[in-house]
């Protein structure tokens, strides 16, 4: 579906006389202000105001911490130990982990409330279902892993550094390139690709039941009683969604501090 | 759903080419995608987790001066109750010996109390001996008067005159009691009681 691109159909999913038209990636395509190459589209806006609720929210929650926590402080921490304990500390190791938290709370809560979207009226649209933001998340932590891991081994250190230790000497020739393949390829590639489908297929699949329901409200009485079951599976896939969506948050941040603690580790 | 419907249009007049295949990405979102990673990390980093980390250090810092004080009241604790055990035991100890004392002194007294006693009781006894003795010795000289007087008297009027200066004179009647004492003189049986009564008391 992914694939499945067709320019010409460049209209959304919707009720036209008797065909039906299923909802296609056109629908993630929302320029709100302008047009062309450099519109201003929805995601962007509301990835803005993401940022905004994070920034206000987290600053406000955390400007009178007390020794002994308050019940926001109480949740707050909690969220934040999430991140700090359960990925931070658990991957990369109570040595190093501490510096890597600020990046990943970033990654964790941006991720989790732009998913959210996905299932959160008004906005009802996952922004990370538009690969852009996948991929500047995604070269955020490439960056980063490669950065930690160059300076802490050295250019070529760090290659040798890839390989794992304790392999026999003629098996390294064929294990270097297929780890250079996955630090460099696999790893971004499948951490950008993970969020963008799984957002982009969980908002395909919501559309495509509410807009089917929609759809058969207007045919005859059989296919009205068919709108039931239709919305009823929307509502479900909307509760899967919103599991699917905190999850590919926590994993994308957990793959990122895998993937770091990789790079530092002193050994595989 | 809504803003859907809302962004159609937007949708429908948008210029060939600006909308690309999904795995293509769209430059502003990608540099937009940048912008929100990067504003949120700034203020994370500089604000967020310095907060929540001084929090949490605050917090040990206490939690450890607690446990601190809380160890150094118990050690203080401890050392009380050593000083109180310490001076339980002298008291005890005290306590004791007080009352071997006291057990010893009070034997001693009871000792010396008994002595006194004894002492008293003996005393008392040698007295009321020598006032018995004396006593006696009164009522046997008495007797004897009272005895000379009657046996006289009953001499008399026997004899029909006085004798009584003649008994005073020669000390008959000691004569005799001192006879019938030493057993030369046997009683005759006049009466039955001047017969008893010599016997019997003297």
């Known amino acids: 579906m992914i694939l499945a691109y067709a320019p010409q159909a460049a209209s959304l999913p919707m009720v036209s006389g008797d065909e039906f038209v299923p909802p296609g990636p056109e629908i993630f395509y929302l320029p709100l202000i302008g047009e062309g190459e450099w519109a201003i589209t929805e995601q962007m806006v509301w990835g803005g105001v993401s940022v905004v609720i994070i920034c206000t929210a987290l600053l406000m929650l955390t400007r009178n911490l007390s020794i002994v926590p308050s019940k926001s402080q109480f949740l707050l921490e909690g969220f934040y130990n999430f991140t700090r304990n359960g990925i931070a500390r658990d991957m990369i190791g109570s040595k190093d982990f501490l510096r890597f938290v600020p990046l990943l709370f970033s990654l964790f809560t941006l991720i989790l409330l732009n998913n959210w979207y996905g299932v959160l009226p008004p906005v009802m649209n996952p922004t990370y279902g538009r690969i852009g933001f996948a991929i500047a998340a995604t070269v955020v932590v490439y960056v980063v892993y490669h950065w930690i891991g160059f300076k802490r081994y050295g250019f070529t250190g760090y290659f040798g550094h890839m390989i794992p230790e304790g392999l026999p000497g003629f098996i390294k020739p064929v294990i270097f390139p297929l780890e250079l393949i996955t630090y460099f390829i696999t790893r971004p590639l499948t951490l950008a690709l993970r969020l963008f489908g799984n957002m982009f297929a969980g908002h395909i699949l919501i559309v495509l039941f509410v807009s089917a329901g929609a759809y058969f409200l207007t045919q005859d009485v059989v296919f009205k009683l068919l709108a039931v079951p239709t919305f009823l599976m929307a509502a479900i896939m909307w509760l899967f969604e919103a599991l699917i969506q905190a999850l590919q948050a926590y994993v994308f941040t957990l793959l990122s501090a895998s993937y770091i603690a990789g790079a530092l580790a002193e050994e595989h | ?202």
């Not at chain 2, 948008?14 to 949120?40: Q, R, S």
């Not at chain 2, 206490?62 to 002298?90: H, T």
């Not at chain 2, 008959?172 to 009683?187: C, K, M, N, Q």
């Open chain 2, 1 to 202: 759903m809504l803003n859907f419907a809302a962004a159609l249009p937007g949708a429908v007049v948008t210029v060939a080419g600006a909308e690309k295949p999904p795995l293509i990405p769209y430059i502003p979102e990608l540099i937009f995608g940048f912008v929100m990673v990067g504003i949120v990390y700034v203020v994370v980093s500089r604000k967020v987790v310095p907060n929540i980390e001084r929090a949490y250090e605050e917090r040990r810092a206490a939690i450890e001066g607690g446990m601190q004080q809380a160890e150094e009241a118990q050690a203080a604790a401890a050392a009380a109750l050593q000083s109180y055990e310490a001076q339980l035991a002298d008291a005890r100890a005290e306590a004791n010996a007080i009352r071997e004392q006291a057990r010893e002194e009070g034997a001693s007294i009871i000792a010396d109390m008994r002595n006194q006693a004894n002492a008293e009781a003996s005393r008392i006894t040698e007295s009321a001996k020598r006032q018995i003795e004396a006593e006696r010795q009164q009522a046997v000289v008495q007797l004897r008067q009272e005895v000379g007087a009657m046996s006289t008297a009953l001499a008399s009027k026997i004899v029909g005159e006085s004798l009584e200066d003649e008994v005073r004179q020669k000390g008959i009647v000691d004569r005799f009691l001192a006879e019938l004492e030493s057993g030369a003189v046997t009683p005759e049986k006049v009466g039955s009681q001047p017969g008893e009564a010599t016997g019997a008391d003297l």
